[in-house]
């Protein structure tokens, strides 16, 4: 497997604009999160979907930011308007549900700059 | 909710030394604590984790010892080699009642010099 896929690697805006961040979790995988990286902030869950449901969103920052899970292999983080303090690196991560609790594989990372 | 503290912030050491990053949580209902290495540019990765029930774990140069009435957990890793210069976070997590969410220290900077 080619493991948890996103797009573009590296995005470059300027304030007010839309913003379109993608990922293609693991193949089986049933679970998938979004998660924000700054400095001053570490790693920040921003929301978490189960079987494309959103269980729990209440990491997202406010209402600019919105996810969707369309079905198992897609999902998008849009943020709209754009502000210059949403620029971090945005991770997308799934895991499989067992019994007990599984490993999270995290992609390469969207760095998003937004001027 | 959970909270997890995650000390030192940087951590250099002197290659084939050991180093040790200590970590705490707040919510004793946690009971699976993973960490994770990311490497610049990179996604983090799993290295190790430990549940509850397990005291210690070891695998190769990489060991995480649990201490639940402390709440703390603490990763060794010994005869340090300049590719484990890296990030290193720390997680806690209650499973799949909490659906599963980890909840990450802040994270250490570890340098290996040669």
Same mark, same amino acid.
């Given at each position: 497997d080619a493991g948890v896929i996103q797009s573009p690697r590296h995005e470059v805006t300027e304030m007010g604009q839309e913003v379109t961040l993608r990922c293609k979790p693991i193949s089986g995988h049933d679970y998938l999160f979004w998660y924000r990286q700054t400095m001053m902030r570490g790693l920040e869950l921003l929301i978490y979907f189960n079987n494309n449901v959103?269980? %729990? %969103?209440?990491?997202?920052?406010?209402?600019? !930011?919105?996810?969707?899970? @369309? &079905?198992?292999?897609?999902?998008?983080?849009?943020?709209? @308007?754009? =502000? @210059?303090?949403?620029s971090a690196v945005y991770f997308c991560a799934s895991s499989l549900t067992s019994a007990s609790y599984n490993e999270q594989f995290f992609g390469p990372g969207t760095r998003l700059t937004v001027l | 909710g959970e909270n997890v503290e995650q000390h030192p912030s940087t951590l250099s050491v002197q290659e084939g030394d050991s180093a040790v990053i200590k970590c705490t949580y707040s919510d004793s209902a946690s009971n *699976? !604590?993973?960490? *994770?290495?990311? =490497?610049?540019?990179?996604?983090?990765?799993?290295?190790? %984790?430990?549940?509850? &029930?397990?005291? =210690?774990?070891k695998d190769q140069r990489i060991a995480v010892t649990l201490n639940k009435t402390a709440k703390h957990f603490s990763l060794h890793i010994t005869e340090t080699q300049p590719e484990d210069s890296a990030v290193y976070f720390c $997680? $806690?997590?209650?499973?799949? =009642? *909490?659906?599963?969410?980890?909840?990450?220290? $802040?994270?250490?900077?570890?340098?290996v010099k040669s």
């Open positions: 959103p269980i %729990d %969103d209440s990491g997202m920052p406010e209402d600019r !930011f919105s996810a969707k899970m @369309p &079905n198992a292999s897609f999902s998008t983080l849009k943020i709209q @308007p754009s =502000e @210059p303090r949403d | *699976y !604590f993973p960490w *994770y290495k990311q =490497e610049l540019g990179k996604g983090p990765q799993l290295i190790i %984790d430990i549940r509850s &029930n397990v005291g =210690e774990k $997680a $806690a997590t209650g499973g799949l =009642e *909490y659906g599963n969410k980890l909840v990450f220290g $802040a994270g250490t900077i570890l340098r």
